[in-house]
């Protein structure tokens, strides 16, 4: 049988006991110096390789309601532009939701929140994706609903923030 001092625990225990303290001990960060001078490299500070496309997300306008339609066409034509993609256009699952799968990346149908991405903009320079994604509020069309605000209002809409779940245990 194995007895506590053979597993590998013990060892670990044995080491961090005989290794020093960092407690009250300076753990300087290997580029400190740097930031203290004002000389550390930030992504921002390299240079762009050429060639590099600029993404920035059109965004809805009101906060609940049902997306009609995009006039994509609108913001391709603006200068700089490259592509403009919506959600029919991604070729994968468009979620992003970790456990639910229930939060899109470009809004689909139903939009949610004011700022919700509805499309991406792909363009030569930042501030030209930037102009052109600012375009959302003219080229979204949307029918705004209702939003629900009551919790009794929600519940008797079938409105909830997590589906209902129901746990067993045991047979």
Do not use: W
């Not at 609108?74 to 200068?79: A, K, L």
């Not at 029918?143 to 809409?157: I, K, S, T, Y």
Request: hydrophobic share 45%; with cysteine.
């Amino acid at each position: 049988m194995n007895k506590p001092e053979s597993l590998p625990l013990a060892e670990a225990e044995e080491a961090a006991e005989a290794a020093p303290s960092a407690v009250g001990r300076p753990l300087p960060h290997e580029s400190a110096h740097l930031h203290v001078r004002g000389a550390a490299p930030y992504t921002d500070d390299l240079p762009e390789p050429a060639g590099t496309l600029h993404a920035a997300l059109g965004l809805s306008p009101i906060a609940c309601g049902r997306l009609l339609a995009v006039d994509v066409e609108r913001v391709r034509r603006m200068p700089g532009v490259v592509a403009v993609l919506t959600a029919a256009d991604l070729p994968a699952d468009n979620n992003c939701g970790p456990l639910l799968h229930d939060d899109p990346l470009l809004a689909d149908g139903e939009l949610r929140y004011v700022g919700q991405p509805v499309f991406a903009v792909i363009a030569t320079e930042r501030e030209l994706a930037r102009r052109a994604a600012a375009l959302a509020g003219q080229v979204v069309q949307a029918e705004p609903q209702r939003p629900v605000l009551a919790a009794l209002e929600g519940h008797a809409a079938g409105q909830h923030v997590l589906p209902p779940m129901h746990l067993t245990r045991g047979e």
